[in-house]
């Protein structure tokens, strides 16, 4: 397989990796230390909605799934604030219900639609030099973001309550995560896939979270490890010729299982 | 503003589902008070604490700090929660936390830390007995400790009106003392409002008391009384004093 990639092709994957490895590295922490994962599964799914939307009614993907990406998180951080002690239910029913809604319109729309399953679980070869340009702004969005208000999002995520004393307004910070997490998602779709995506926002925070002193700190260690997990698992799936996404998220997880044996065997030895 | 009434509670009432956890609450805190809310489980001390700084909207009544609504003068507010565990194992320092504080009050953004917010959290931080523990990760401290960091972390606002949550629940005997000791302290210009269910809190420090249980019964001179505290608490109450505690009497409350 490796033969049939163009060099200049892998450099633009590359990019995208670098680009991408930034995005999920701030989302994601944010994701993890406002315990938030489960929300970012619900939107992720819901958003598979939006890629029957685009299919059955004929409108561009990017723009569908990005709408419902960001209506499911609005609706998800409304009840979130307002009826926390059922977030979970319906986080749960938003999930399955736009996932559904996704498999029902594209089961509508007539014609073959062999590529439905890349959006799911991602398809690298299908990267342009516009998705790039993409995520880039994404990123650029991201860091500006977390520059600027980096006192208030460390505030809002320790403590809200303390927050809102502080005169922050939490609520604010709390959906902006929501939209940036959303936007997230669903720049990496095509990358990663829709589904796949939430290990890459999980699995590196989860792994530094016990270490790192600092948000600031985490930013940058998970950044760094969502890259190596790019390249590492790109790399093995160019070798055995197996899907990328699948490839990145099973290199993260067995790290993340690795890591957490030599912790726990180092710790009842060391 | 009403002449030196720092905290003023009018018929407020709130309840969290159909029953009220507050009702009919009226209360009237003047300026440098240090005011000692006591009452059983349940009955309501950290919801009124959470309604006189703005957390919580009550569902009747008016609630006026230092004469405007409680959300407008929250820079003025220092707050020490109940729960010193807001995110256990959230990778932060001690002295971030701490620095916390001294958002209080600032509005524009992109305005960093500055000396003066360092030299405040340094000195909080060396008065609390935590400047050596600055660099620690919140996780890795004892509830106690947390429990001082907590407290800094209201001081570092430099506030002109303490609420406190039980801020001794888990700290030893010295730290108790020594931090009581600060607090009389700043009581000099600052008004401190404290919620305890121990009573050994009653000991020299306090200028006033007011019981919690659904209704609020407000003690301007600290006097103490065998039948309020059954009143407040719904039971019998066996008045326990230590030896340094001097034994205080409170008039009946005013039907």
Same mark, same amino acid.
């Given at each position: 397989m490796a033969e049939f990639i163009d060099i200049s092709y892998l450099k633009l994957v590359v990019a995208a990796a670098f680009l991408a490895s930034i995005a999920c590295g701030i989302v994601g922490t944010l994701v993890v230390v406002n315990r938030m994962v489960f929300l970012a599964g619900g939107i992720a799914h819901a958003a598979y909605g939006g890629v029957g939307i685009s299919f059955y009614f004929g409108l561009p993907m990017f723009p569908s799934v990005l709408g419902i990406a960001a209506v499911s998180s609005g609706v998800l951080g409304f009840t979130g604030i307002r009826v926390r002690h059922r977030s979970d239910a319906i986080i749960g029913a938003i999930w399955a219900t736009g996932m559904s809604i996704g498999v029902i319109l594209i089961n509508m729309t007539?014609?073959?639609?062999?590529?439905?399953?890349s959006y799911l679980f991602?398809?690298?070869?299908?990267?342009?030099p516009s998705d790039l340009l993409i995520i880039g702004l994404l990123d650029l969005i991201l860091i500006l973001w977390i520059t600027i208000f980096y006192r208030e999002i460390l505030a809002v995520s320790y403590d809200p309550e303390f927050a809102t004393i502080a005169g922050i307004h939490v609520s604010t910070f709390y959906y902006s995560m929501l939209f940036f997490c959303a936007g997230t998602i669903v720049v990496l779709m095509r990358f990663v896939g829709l589904i796949l995506v939430i290990a890459l926002l999980s699995i590196p925070p989860c792994m530094v979270e016990p270490i790192v002193p600092s948000l600031g700190r985490m930013f940058f260690v998970c950044t760094f490890l969502n890259f190596c997990f790019f390249i590492a698992g790109l790399l093995t799936s160019l070798w055995f010729n197996f899907q990328a996404g699948p490839t990145i998220i099973l290199v993260a997880s067995g790290t993340f299982i690795l890591a957490e044996l030599v912790r726990r065997i180092s710790k009842n030895y060391g | 503003m009403t002449n030196n009434i720092v905290l003023e509670l009018e018929n407020v009432r709130f309840a969290?589902?159909?029953?009220?956890?507050?009702?009919?609450v009226c209360l009237c805190v003047p300026e440098r008070d240090f005011l000692a809310l006591l009452g059983p489980n349940g009955g309501g001390k950290t919801t009124l604490l959470k309604i006189c700084i703005g957390l919580l909207k009550p569902e009747a009544g008016s609630v006026k700090l230092f004469g405007k609504d409680p959300q407008s003068v929250r820079h003025l507010v220092g707050y020490v929660p109940q729960?010193?565990?807001?995110?256990?194992?959230?990778?932060?320092r001690v002295i971030d936390v701490v620095l916390m504080?001294?958002?209080?009050?600032r509005r524009g953004i992109l305005k960093r830390y500055n000396d003066v917010d360092h030299e405040v959290v340094k000195e909080t931080l060396k008065c609390m007995g935590l400047w050596e523990l600055r660099?620690?990760?919140?996780? !890795? +401290? #004892?509830g106690g400790q947390r429990q001082r960091v907590m407290i800094a972390r209201a001081l570092a606002a430099q506030p002109k009106i303490f609420f406190m949550d039980?801020?001794?629940?888990?700290?030893?005997r010295v730290f108790q003392t020594e931090l009581y000791e600060l607090l009389k302290d700043l009581n000099r210009e600052k008004t401190v409002i404290v919620v305890s269910h !121990? +009573? #050994?809190?009653?000991?020299?420090?306090?200028?006033s008391v007011a019981c919690v249980n659904r209704k609020v019964y407000y003690h301007s001179a600290a006097e103490l009384t065998q039948e309020m505290i059954e009143e407040a608490y719904h039971c019998p109450v066996e008045l326990v004093t230590h030896g340094r505690i001097p034994h205080r009497v409170l008039q009946e409350h005013e039907r």
């Open positions: 007539p014609g073959y639609h062999g590529d439905v399953m991602g398809s690298v070869i299908t990267i342009l | 969290y589902s159909r029953t009220p956890v507050l009702e009919n729960e010193t565990n807001p995110n256990a194992f959230f990778p932060i504080g001294r958002i209080n009050g660099n620690k990760r919140i996780s !890795d +401290l #004892s039980e801020p001794t629940a888990s700290v030893d !121990d +009573l #050994s809190v009653l000991s020299s420090y306090v200028k």
